[in-house]
């Protein structure tokens, strides 16, 4: 849920933007005309408190798992190293948070902070790998099907539905049992069940745009259908992509923890958040030593999370019409009671 606050303050500064433009002068209105459209789009993010809290979450997950080789060497720990005589009890247990394992360890006698890190790199490498992947096929078969309909667009919304109607999961657990599980299966499944969604979104916007004026234009100079989608279709479906891009990302971070959790995504002892939950989940382990459950599913809900609410806040941001609208309403409010001041002021 978006903090009232935060929304406040950002429909403020859309309304200030609003009266910059509203409120007649040649100096504010030279300012405005000035600024580009990336320029407004930034300005509106940086304004939103949300967009740079997500950001900078991600930034930090970002470096700590590129930082994950440094870590491991200040600390003096690998992520594979068990520490059986320091990292376990007397009894064979995980050791919980000390002075020398800042995170604990787990049932091996591993340092849970170090495989935090480099578990991220794994969460990451997927998510985008897989992301690049989904998009640039669903981009090329929305944009093939949307723009020269016929059998073409026949075809290919029925591999749409087809790839939507499968069963995510037991088509994964097939993959894996034929090629075996790794890395690069982990992102091959991703992308099959990731692209069908994006390819419906493309194609949607294409039949929309299919039909504007400057592709008439560009028809009526000769240019062909490739040239057409290459130079004045595609341009004008990257805000979406962008978006939808966003938003896939906490999703393949989402799926590959889920994959490694049952044992079909990334294999041992490599360190994954999934594995990590796999490993507390292991003879009920969590009951004795929490914080093998609780750090890794931090690290995934505050990842997922500021993706998340990132992508909510660039949509928002590429497209302001709801929020002008509220800023318009703002404003209009604010008027309304320096107008009322003023009569009683009179009065």
């Known amino acids: 849920m978006t903090d ?18 509203a409120v007649p002068g040649q100096t504010q209105q030279a300012a405005v005309a000035a600024r580009s459209p990336l320029q407004l789009v930034w300005a509106r993010l940086r304004r939103d408190p949300t967009a740079m809290i997500s ?50 360890t787990d049932n091996l006698g591993r340092d849970v902070l170090v495989r935090l890190v480099y578990g991220a790199q794994i969460s990451l490498i997927v998510a985008f790998a897989a992301t690049l992947g989904a998009l640039g096929i669903g981009t090329l078969v929305g944009l ?29 657990i097939s993959l894996v049992a034929l090629v075996g599980p790794s890395l690069g299966t982990t ?33 009526s100079l000769g240019a062909s259908n490739w040239r057409i989608m ?28 889920t ?30 030593a929490p914080w093998l459950v609780i750090f890794p599913s931090a690290a995934l809900l505050a990842v997922t999370l500021a993706f998340n609410l990132l992508g909510d806040s660039i949509r928002d941001a590429l497209d302001p ?3 002008l609208f509220a800023g318009r309403r703002r404003l209009a409010r604010n008027r309304a009671a320096k107008r009322a001041a003023r009569r009683k002021a009179s009065a």
């Open 259 to 288: 994959l490694s959790f049952l044992g079909l995504g990334v294999l041992p002892p490599t360190a994954t958040w999934g594995n990590m939950l796999s490993v507390a989940s292991t003879g009920s382990l969590y009951t004795i």
């Open 4 to 21: 009232p606050k935060a929304t406040e303050a950002h429909e403020e500064a859309v309304a200030e933007e609003i009266e910059a433009v």
């Open 230 to 257: 290459r130079v004045d279709v595609l341009p004008n479906l990257l805000v979406p992509i962008l978006v939808y891009g966003t938003l896939l990302i906490p999703q393949a971070i989402v799926f590959e923890a």
């Open 55 to 104: 950001a900078a979450v991600i930034l930090l997950v970002i470096i700590a798992a590129l930082a994950a080789p440094l870590v491991a060497s200040l600390i003096g720990h690998g992520p594979n190293e068990q520490f059986r005589d320091d990292g376990l009890t007397e009894f064979g247990t995980p050791v919980g948070p000390n002075s020398q394992f800042l995170l604990g």
């Open 144 to 172: 093939v099907a949307g723009f020269m309909r016929g059998w073409v667009d026949t075809v290919l919304t029925w591999l749409m539905d087809t790839t939507l109607s499968l069963p995510q999961l037991l088509f994964a």
């Open 321 to 323: 019409r709801q929020t």
């Open 187 to 219: 992102v091959i499944v991703i992308v099959l069940f990731s692209w069908a969604p994006i390819a419906r979104v493309v194609r949607g916007q294409v039949l929309s745009l299919r039909e504007r004026e400057f592709v008439e234009a560009a028809r």
